[in-house]
């Protein structure tokens, strides 16, 4: 199919295009590297009259470290970040997510900043952002403001974002040395969204967890303190305490009724827990 006719503008500065998408209202879309818009314009999921595309826009691709913080610009590539063109938080952090996102031409051309916005809940980023703890950074016509991933998905292909408002960068922590990072997707095959993610970030040393699961057609479920998962103490034996059956309880309070989905969710997460205790076990021997 092809999409319904629509006006194309290509602004060169934030500016503009948060002035297009607000004379447009909400016959206005953005758009960045087009994977998930181009297909909903061409099966008519979408037909907006005005299409901003975001990709004349520079300022959108920098990259930047502030103190505990690496800011990423919303036109950033999965493959810029797989490739190691823009710095990761952590050690093989961001890039194994990044390298697991679907294939890599939709990696060539997919941007974290279009992830986020479209706000699906089995998207990578969607949900090892959240895991990491990221910030986003928003541009409109009334200014600049910085929300919490929390704060921004709204709900499954929701976010807050108003009119005339887009998406410029997202600040994501850095991981400290001594913490690890699991990270755990359940697919029915390589490149397809996820049934189920596990996120695990964990520093012994600190003693201190936070965790997800996410693709549970909603935003992620996030635990900042995740240590009622895992007997109510985080060290070097973590993994072994996982209790699933408070993973299984929280799942159930978030009005997961299937029990065999909330069964694959919960060891998606133990094996998010187990990744990252080895790989823990693996630097610290290294060391």
């Known amino acids: 199919m092809k999409p319904a006719p629509f006006r194309l503008e290509r602004p060169r500065d934030i500016a ?13 879309k ?14 008519r999921l979408a037909a907006p009259d005005l299409v901003v595309d975001l990709t004349g826009i ?19 590539t999965h493959a810029d970040v797989e490739d190691g063109r823009a710095p990761d938080v952590g050690a093989h952090v961001l890039r194994r997510v990044a ?10 051309r997919g941007t974290i900043g279009g992830s986020l916005a479209h706000a699906d809940p089995a998207a990578d980023w969607v949900n090892a952002l959240s895991a990491l703890g990221a910030e986003v950074e928003i541009a409109g016509p009334a200014g600049t403001r910085r929300l919490t991933l929390a704060q ?3 709900g499954a292909l929701s976010t807050a974002l108003a009119a005339g408002e887009i998406l410029v960068a997202v600040r ?10 699991g990270y755990v997707k359940h697919c029915r095959k390589v490149g397809e969204f996820a049934h189920a ?11 201190t967890c936070r965790a997800l699961m996410g693709a549970i057609d909603a935003p992620p479920l996030v635990f900042p303190d995740a240590g009622f998962l895992f007997g109510g103490r985080i060290d070097a034996g973590f993994a072994a305490r996982f209790d699933a059956a408070a993973a299984d309880a929280a799942l159930t309070a978030a009005g997961m009724d299937d ?6 969710h919960v060891e998606v997460l133990r094996r998010a827990a187990a990744q990252a205790a080895n790989l823990f076990t693996e630097t610290r021997s290294a060391a």
């Open 197 to 207: 993610i596990g996120a695990v970030l964990v520093d012994p040393a600190a003693g």
């Open 259 to 264: 029990a065999v989905d909330r069964h694959v």
């Open 99 to 108: 390298g697991g996102i679907a294939y890599r031409a939709v990696r060539n």
């Open 58 to 76: 520079d300022a959108l691709r920098t990259v930047r470290e502030e103190p505990g913080n690496i800011v990423y610009g919303a036109l950033v």
């Open 16 to 28: 503009g295009a948060t002035a297009l998408l607000a004379t447009g209202g909400d016959g206005a």
């Open 30 to 43: 953005a758009m960045a590297g087009s994977q998930s818009l181009g297909p909903m314009l061409n099966l």
């Open 152 to 154: 921004f998905f709204t």
């Open 172 to 181: 994501v922590p850095k991981v400290p040395a001594s913490a690890r990072f």
